[in-house]
């Protein structure tokens, strides 16, 4: 908080009454940013989730234990040849195993592409699988140790998915199972095995019936479990990379505060001086045009000020000059609430071109997000409506700000919020003076704009759905290590759903989807409208209209991945 702090209302006197201080501050959150972070962080993604992560592992799992099975069925069948048994459950058997053979084989066949894996699939396998391995276990003795067989299988199937296709193959195998041991061990079924039971007593064959069916229950729960803790390890683990990924925007955010903050000086060339019927003071923020002091006017009651000047080497190039004595009309004419009040404008025959502005006390949103990283609904939407209100008034007067972003939102002690700034911002009667050339910040251009391609008041309200994305989930909406890369994520891709990154209702998902929108026409028409889109949204409520409007945004081109 920069209290009792002054903003000059411009890009280039960005810092405070205490530029040391704001540079401290700034350099401990750099710190406390890197402390935790890592190089190999800010380049790790999640682009799947962790059931997507568990979903692909399953379809590899599955190729690799219908191969082993194919072959497991081979040497059970050569192996026939050389042992004796019951002829008729030997041919049975060998049914089966080519049975099993076939359906396996089959499956792994149709899973050359990923796409065709279906539980359905799957589960049909399964129980082939089953009543197979049950001929088997007929073939060699039911209460031979045949059954271990059947943990093998359920192994497999009980790291599946879908529980309820896993609880189905485990209920088969331990009715079977049981039922089969029943009657033989009854002598309702006669036992034909190799390896028989015939010299068990009654409670030798109930303790056997026992062991196998814990055995069975165990596997199945034990890789249930497994499961559970496997997909609990990738959730935690795809936390800490979003965590890393989040510090690192924020370190990012706060160098480029640094680089600003460290432009303000003390002392200036113009310190102590007087410029129209103000004394300068100290130099409160540097840029690449000119510099701003703060200043009283001189006699009456003092009024403070903030006076930007140009640079004397700025002073040959017409061009700019033009843009200086530009921005003090545009923000001379707008007589907005929620626009920085000019108060005095150099005259044509002064040496060095000046505007006096009103001194602001109070913090940008910049600061404020570097101190608390995101806002509160109630905030949110009381700064929304503001700074909506401020860009309705220069739409109406005919200007585009095109370099909204935090650094030039400021709200004052009386908590009313001011846009700053006007130094790159287009008149539609004028011709631009910056050539259609690329201006503005690139995490807040709007597509358009990063395009070199004709803004509108729209280019200004998706600088404020941007900035709204950024104070709701307290991430940047694009950004990345160069310009281009966030230049190509503004013009061809959506930023990560809103509600992934933070505790909003699910109707803040639409309503940003339509503030963020490529095409100028899918977006909101006026500051006001998205600011009471936003309010409704925070109290869960959006409008049917609305909704197909941002469902159809997001069919074309949906969220991306948290980082």
């Not at 006026?526 to 469902?551: F, K, M, P, Q």
Request: a neutral charge.
């Amino acid at each position: 908080m920069t209290d009792p702090a002054t903003h000059p209302g411009t890009e280039e006197a960005a810092t405070v009454a205490e530029p040391a201080a704001s540079v401290r501050s700034l350099s401990g959150r750099m710190a406390e940013l890197s402390s935790g972070s890592s190089e190999i962080a800010s380049r790790v993604t999640s682009v799947i989730t962790p059931r997507e992560t568990l979903h692909v592992q399953e379809i590899e799992r599955t190729r690799v234990f219908t191969t082993t099975v194919v072959i497991f069925a081979g040497l059970v069948a050569i192996s026939l040849s050389l042992i004796g048994g019951d002829p008729v459950a030997k041919r049975v058997l060998l049914v089966a195993l080519a049975a099993i053979a076939g359906s396996c084989g089959w499956l792994r066949w149709t899973l050359r592409s990923d796409e065709n894996y279906s539980v359905a699939r799957t589960t049909i396998v399964a129980y082939v699988a089953v009543l197979g391995a049950f001929t088997g276990i007929w073939y060699f003795g039911v209460f031979s140790p045949a059954a271990i067989v059947l943990p093998f299988g359920l192994s497999f199937f009980s790291l599946g998915q879908n529980q309820r296709a896993a609880f189905a193959v485990y209920a088969a195998c331990a009715v079977l199972q049981a039922g089969l041991m029943i009657l033989v061990a009854s002598g309702v079924v006669r036992d034909v095995g190799l390896v028989r039971a015939s010299s068990l007593t009654f409670l030798e064959h109930v303790v056997v019936i026992v062991l196998v069916q814990v055995t069975i229950v165990a596997t199945y729960l034990i890789h249930r479990k497994a499961r559970e803790a496997t997909l609990h390890a990738i959730e935690q683990h795809d936390r800490v990379v979003r965590s890393l990924a989040h510090r690192d925007a924020l370190l990012r955010e706060a160098r480029q505060d640094l680089a600003q903050a460290m432009q303000a000086g003390g002392v200036g060339r113009w310190t102590e001086e007087m410029v129209g019927g103000f004394r300068l003071g100290r130099v409160l923020g540097r840029g690449a045009m000119g510099e701003v002091y703060e200043a009283a006017r001189e006699g009456g009651n003092g009024e403070p000020a903030a006076v930007k000047l140009l640079h004397p080497h700025v002073l040959a190039q017409a061009e700019l000059v033009q843009r200086f004595v530009r921005e003090a009309r545009i923000v001379a004419g707008l007589n907005a609430a929620n626009v920085v009040r000019v108060l005095d404008v150099s005259t044509p025959d002064e040496p060095v071109p000046w505007f006096a502005m009103e001194r602001l006390v109070g913090q940008d949103l910049a600061d404020h997000l570097r101190e608390h990283k995101r806002m509160g609904l109630k905030g949110a939407v009381a700064m929304l409506r503001q700074v909506g209100l401020g860009l309705d008034a220069a739409r109406a007067a005919g200007v585009v700000h095109r370099d909204l972003k935090p650094r030039n939102l400021f709200l004052t002690s009386s908590q009313v919020w001011k846009i700053l700034d006007f130094g790159v911002a287009r008149v539609s009667t004028e011709e631009t003076l910056t050539k259609d050339q690329i201006v503005g910040t690139p995490n807040y251009m709007a597509p358009e704009q990063a395009n070199g391609a004709r803004v509108t008041h729209r280019t200004d309200l998706f600088a404020l759905g941007v900035i709204a994305y950024r104070v709701l989930t307290g991430r940047p909406a694009f950004e990345g290590e160069a310009t281009a890369e966030i230049l190509y994520k503004v013009v061809h891709s959506m930023p990560p759903q809103p509600t992934a990154l933070a505790s909003l209702p699910p109707a803040m998902d639409l309503v940003l989807a339509v503030a963020l929108a490529k095409n100028p026409a899918d977006r909101f028409d006026s500051g006001a409208e998205l600011a009471r889109a936003v309010e409704e949204a925070s109290r869960g409520n959006v409008d049917a209209a609305l909704r197909e409007r941002a469902e159809r945004l997001l069919a074309r081109l949906p969220w991306g991945a948290p980082a």
